[in-house]
């Protein structure tokens, strides 16, 4: 059975022996150390990456031809709504209105 003793290490000759305080600290601040080296060479590498592909957008960003928009007259504009609203309301009153009834002679069945 195992009790959670697993913290003991087996020397050459086989006999187990406990790792005292200070050991268990000195590779526990190891392994920080080592993560944090680890974490900061991403960090690096990241940033390298990104300030290359940066580089490549402004590169690709100068090749787009944008065109610029004509200035609109905003009283022609707003004259030109008025007169296609106006047009759709006269198109609207030349339809037959529909009853809400529905066809009640022959006729309106056509």
């Not at 086989?14 to 944090?36: L, Q």
């Not at 944008?66 to 905003?74: A, E, H, I, L, S």
């Not at 009853?99 to 069945?109: A, T």
């Amino acid at each position: 059975m195992n009790f959670g003793g697993g913290d003991a290490e087996e020397n050459p000759e086989g006999v187990k022996v406990k790792k005292t305080r200070k050991e268990v600290f000195e590779e526990i601040m190891e392994k920080s150390k080592s993560y944090d080296d680890a974490r900061k060479e991403m960090k690096t590498i990241n940033l390298n990456m990104q300030k290359e592909m940066d580089d490549d957008h402004q590169d690709l960003l100068s090749l787009l031809v944008f065109k610029k928009n004509p200035k609109v007259d905003p009283a022609a504009a707003n004259k030109a709504l008025l007169e296609k609203m106006a047009a759709k309301k006269t198109e609207n009153t030349t339809e037959k209105p529909k009853s809400k009834d529905g066809p009640k002679k022959k006729d309106d069945l056509k």
